[in-house]
């Protein structure tokens, strides 16, 4: 069956370290993934957006590489701050289509 | 603001009423998606609009489910007979088109409790 999987528990890290958050998927061939970050009692807003061609890319203190080998994304965050706490979600998106198919997120907490 | 809008932001309703919710999308915004989001689970999509075409409504999850989008503008997605599985928040989000690399807009959504 066709999943995306992300990890459920909340991730805990110290302000300053570099966050990590995962995201695999199988029976997916995405043409482009995206991350998107969500604040409790708002809709998600866009972060970052790669395709299956590119191994990695990055916006200021965040980074996202995709191996379409082992059908996974990393999402990292360099020098965390305590207003990265939020909930992370990645999203796959086949080639021509429309349809952004969401993982259930990762909540990030970054400890002052 | 010139971001996506919802209306109610909050809806509390009785087991068996109908409720009607609203997306103002981004002004000049073909494409129109809703989502529905329980409780720690993510975005479970329920119906597209694009342009002038047909909409995409394979996500509903029952005719008790059904959504309109008039003048390529403004759509309502409509509830009938809301049973308390019903509750979650239902997010609206818009893009400039249907093209694959266009990242989606989301509004703040409605948070809807069926007693």
């Known amino acids: 069956s066709q999943k995306i999987e992300q990890n459920s528990e909340a991730l805990n890290i110290q302000e300053g370290k570099t966050a990590t958050l995962t995201c695999n998927y199988t029976?997916?061939?995405?043409?482009?993934l995206q991350w998107y970050r969500q604040d409790p009692g708002r809709g998600p807003v866009f972060l970052l957006l790669?395709?299956?061609?590119?191994k990695e890319k990055r916006k200021e203190r965040l980074k996202v590489t995709f191996d379409t080998t082992l059908k996974q994304s990393l999402f990292h965050i360099t020098a965390s701050q305590p207003a990265d706490s939020a909930t992370y979600l990645c999203?796959?998106?086949?080639?021509?289509?429309?349809?952004?198919?969401f993982g259930s997120g990762t909540r990030l907490l970054v400890r002052p | 603001g010139a971001g996506v809008s919802q209306s109610p932001s909050n809806k509390v309703t009785e087991k068996g009423k109908d409720v009607e919710l609203r997306c103002d999308p981004i002004?000049?915004?073909?494409?129109l998606y809703w989502y529905r989001q329980s409780l720690g689970q993510g975005l479970e999509f329920l119906i597209y609009?694009?342009?002038?075409?047909?909409?995409?409504k394979s996500g509903l999850p029952s005719d008790r489910f059904s959504a309109e989008r008039t003048g390529g503008s403004v759509s309502t997605l409509t509830i009938q007979r809301t049973q308390q599985e019903d509750s979650a928040v239902y997010l609206c989000?818009?893009?400039?088109?249907?093209?694959?690399?266009?990242?989606?807009?989301f509004g703040d959504g409605t948070r809807l409790s069926i007693l």
């Open positions: 029976n997916y061939s995405p043409a482009y």
């Open positions: 790669i395709r299956e061609n590119e």
């Open positions: 609009f694009q342009g002038n075409s047909a909409p995409d």
């Open positions: 002004s000049g915004h073909t494409a």
């Open positions: 989000a818009s893009s400039p088109g249907a093209y694959s690399n266009q990242p989606q807009h």
């Open positions: 999203a796959l998106r086949m080639d021509s289509s429309y349809k952004l198919i």
